[in-house]
């Protein structure tokens, strides 16, 4: 599995995979970045992601993807061909800081060289705002397995804070302190991120809401995929949370941790698939979510796989239960049972 990760410079490498040039003139020393809009930050998401191979050794594409979704927001994703969850992180940047939400589902540096790559896109985005440094969060939004395991190569990064999934280190960080929900934020300078536990399908997750680019962060608890629900009324009531803050501040986009699903309604990719064309995108909107809340409702307990057209929610299964015999969502069922 040891191929060459670098055949050009990165630079060039992510400005191929994102159709944007990573350098243009640098601002003056000391400018800060104005983060006060009145609508949301324009990105690019017109792109595609790769998506793995058949044959998992002869993959020669990038161990980690890199898409400049705008100057100061990026998409990472690990190559499918590495592991099969191949899960999407997020690098935000502010004046003070940068925060790196989630780390992938690989330790070893050697298959999944993270920290190289996130290195080498903090040093063009300094180049080009005309910054000596600046300091990096590195934030879990849960404690899954795709959620943690490049976070050690964090470790003795100067100007670096890991940000562990404990109920202490989300207090020292993001003043998340103990109830039902916990809020917080995380202020990377003039760019607030808005935390929310979320729990549910994770005990620890959080979710997180990016005013500036109205985009909302919902890791492992809300994208097109398996939503295996682990606690039904927390995810039920973590759902109703999401859907109230998207009533209160625009939300442009829902961007989750992982792609289950094809673009076909209904049907997602079998479980430990490496290979995954024709994927479904990785947005989700704030009509999906209402939805989901919907099948929730529907289901209210009961062991019990819904399909819907974007993504699955099961509970009281296994990720790996086949949805052959179980039903579709239905919104016409779901009104009747509401008229009761």
Sequence with gaps: MKQIFLHASLALLLALQSGTALASTPLPANTAIDFDREGPAPGNMRFQWIHG?????????????????????????????????????????GNDSAVLIDTGATAEAEYFPLRHTVDTVIQGWLDENNKADIKLFVLPSGADFSQLQGMAQFNGRPNTSIVE??????????????????????????????VMTTPGVSKQAISLYDPW?????????????????????????SLQRLLSLADANPVSMVLGGRIEMSNFPGEDY????????????LALYTESLAT????????NGREDIRIYDDFIVMHGVGRGARDHGWPSYSPARFAQARRR
């Design 213 to 237: 680019s109205d985009l909302l962060f919902t890791g492992n608890s809300f994208y097109p995929g398996r939503l295996v629900i682990r606690d039904f009324s927390a995810y039920k009531d």
């Design 270 to 281: 079998r479980l430990r698939a490496n290979y995954r064309p024709n994927e479904h995108s």
């Design 165 to 194: 999934p404990t109920p202490e280190a989300r207090q020292n960080y993001l003043a998340l302190a103990a109830g039902n929900p916990a809020t917080g934020k995380l202020d990377l300078g003039g760019r607030v991120l808005q």
């Design 53 to 93: 191979s058949i044959s998992a050794k002869a993959n020669t594409d990038v161990r980690v993807q890199v898409h400049r979704y705008n100057a100061h927001t990026y998409i990472l994703r690990q190559n499918p061909a590495i592991h099969w969850e191949a899960p999407f992180m997020y690098l935000v940047f």
């Design 292 to 299: 989901c809340y919907n099948i929730v409702h529907l289901i």
